[in-house]
């Protein structure tokens, strides 16, 4: 769906609303089945496959499965507890895997599973990923209980304004591009910063986001933003793979003179490609802003270290800001990097019966009920990998994972 709104002095009224894709967005959560719809149904699958792993980031449907089996569980030697004791002993690696199918009212769904003590299912078929409700709720509880925001805030204060100041060249229209902007928060932000770095200046805005319950919260908020004079907003509820496509078929290629990619290349299909392609959007003397977590952050250090002891992932991507800035030098493009710090509470996350731990859990694995549907030996893994120092630490008495953030802004 693509739907505009210009806002001027004075008022604030639709221009029109179009129909562009009316497919919602796919969610390859990891540890869940895949595609679990009624035959018949559209876009429907005969089957569903385990499809698992550690994922960090929204829903979107630019990943696809890979279609590989499941890996059994394994304990990466020599971790210690945050109490510096020895870890218990490693998992027994599970046996050779085989294929079964599991017939129910609604759909049959074919299941790599592993024979475990002569039974015939190993992994549990209750484990699902995800729905879009669900993950807005989960992302809910990672937002109230960590500093991600905040540390957002301080990079719009800090460097923001010294980072917009050159754009446009002194036209009287700048023209944004959001990619992944999910519910527009950032977004208006920056608007604002680019406002009162250029006063006077339109602000022609754009916005790829796939998932229609972010769509909506955003254009809520804008409603609910009288101070946004001189902007207008075109959403395109579309994944960045379909924007690229659409924009190719249709022959026109629209420069922007700032564009922003933020925490969401984990989910795109193939990285260098899309940097590529958006970087090729920029104007003369536009800048791309890409923020993606540090390799000094937890989720680098679990991804790592235990990305192998899980289930196989689909196509979501273990990609931190060494992996960005490889693409970058790949391509010839100047950048700079900013680091910022930034921690995630997740102390309830060790509370057993939690409902809070519970989210918070389901969003960093990307399934619904972890705690209660993964096996106690992968649910024990994570657990413990959490602890370890190079992922948490402990401030009076907290659970406190690093989840920090690198700012990566790269010139035309």
């Known amino acids: 769906m693509r739907e505009s709104v210009r806002c001027c002095p004075g008022r604030r009224d639709k221009a029109h609303s179009t129909w562009e894709s009316g497919s919602s967005p796919g969610l390859p959560l990891p540890l869940r089945l895949r595609g679990l719809r009624v035959p018949g149904s559209p876009g429907a699958p005969a089957r569903a496959r385990v499809s698992s792993g550690l994922r960090r980031g929204q829903p979107g449907r630019d990943a696809l499965s890979s279609g590989r089996p499941a890996r059994p569980l394994c304990r990466a030697g020599g971790d210690t507890g945050a109490s510096g004791s020895a870890s218990p002993p490693a998992v027994e690696p599970a046996p050779q895997l085989k294929r079964n199918s599991f017939p129910s009212m609604n759909f049959e769904a074919e299941i790599l599973t592993t024979p475990h003590d002569n039974s015939d299912l190993y ?75 250029h006063p006077g200046v339109f602000i022609d805005n754009e916005i790829v986001e796939p998932n229609p319950q972010h769509v909506a919260a955003y254009k809520e908020l804008v409603n609910q933003a009288p101070d946004l004079q001189n902007v207008s907003f075109i959403w395109h509820q579309l994944t960045s793979l379909e924007y690229e496509q659409q924009v190719k078929e249709r022959g026109t290629h629209k420069k922007f003179d700032f564009i922003h990619m933020i925490q969401m290349l984990y989910r795109v299909e193939d990285i260098p490609s899309t940097i590529k392609f958006f ?103 994570l657990q413990e990998a959490l602890c370890q120092p190079e992922c948490s630490s402990t401030r009076d008495g907290r659970v406190i994972f690093s989840n920090n953030l690198s700012m990566i802004v790269a010139e035309s």
């Open 279 to 381: 970087h090729s959007c920029l104007d003369h003397h536009g800048k791309l802003l890409i923020i993606i977590l540090s390799d000094s952050s937890g989720w680098a250090s679990l991804w790592k270290k235990h990305r192998d002891c899980l289930p196989a992932t689909d196509s979501g991507h273990y990609i931190t800001c060494s992996g960005i800035t490889e693409v970058l030098r790949g391509l010839g493009v100047q950048h700079r990097v900013y680091e910022l710090p930034s921690g995630w509470d997740i102390t309830e996350c060790f509370v057993e019966g939690d409902a809070v731990g519970g989210r918070m859990m389901d969003f960093l694995t990307g399934t619904k009920n972890f705690l209660g549907t993964a096996p106690p030996a992968l649910r024990q893994q």
């Open 123 to 197: 992994m549990i078929p209750s484990m699902r990923s995800l729905t879009a409700e669900e993950y807005v709720e989960a992302f809910k509880a990672f937002l109230d209980h960590s500093t991600e925001h905040q540390c957002m805030d301080e990079f719009n204060k800090d460097q923001m304004p010294n980072i917009v100041a050159g754009l446009g060249a002194g036209k009287s229209t700048l023209s944004v591009l959001g990619v992944g902007s999910g519910t527009g928060e950032q977004d208006l932000k920056m608007i604002r910063i680019l406002q009162a770095v």
